[in-house]
């Protein structure tokens, strides 16, 4: 083997080896990115989970302010206004009508 083909040799696998380096830190890199939209996802959806808990609250006691006048006016104090819901149409039988309100 020449010089010259020894030197392009080595060089070749010189630039193999770097590339392999560098696509190995771009891996890694990838992974952290990865785990750390994993914990983003899980947040957004305690997040989510918190809210649906929140308005199911509030409605069941904007329900329970109907007969409570200090709920009502804790309510109205932050900023929630509070209305009677429509009684459910019943039929003769005393049974709620489909599509009337629940």
Request: aromatic share 4%; glycine share 10%.
């Amino acid at each position: 083997m020449k010089k010259w083909q020894f030197t392009t040799t080595v060089g070749l696998g010189c630039i193999c080896l770097a590339i392999t380096i560098v696509l190995l830190i771009f891996i890694r890199s990838n992974q952290f990115q990865q785990m750390e939209l994993q914990r983003q996802e899980e947040s957004i959806r305690a997040g989510g989970m918190s809210q649906q808990i929140g308005s199911n609250l509030l409605r069941d006691m904007a329900n329970g302010a109907g007969k409570n006048a200090n709920l009502r006016e804790l309510l109205k104090a932050n900023g929630f206004n509070v209305t009677a819901a429509p009684p459910a149409e019943e039929d003769r039988n005393g049974v709620a009508k489909k599509g009337a309100a629940k």
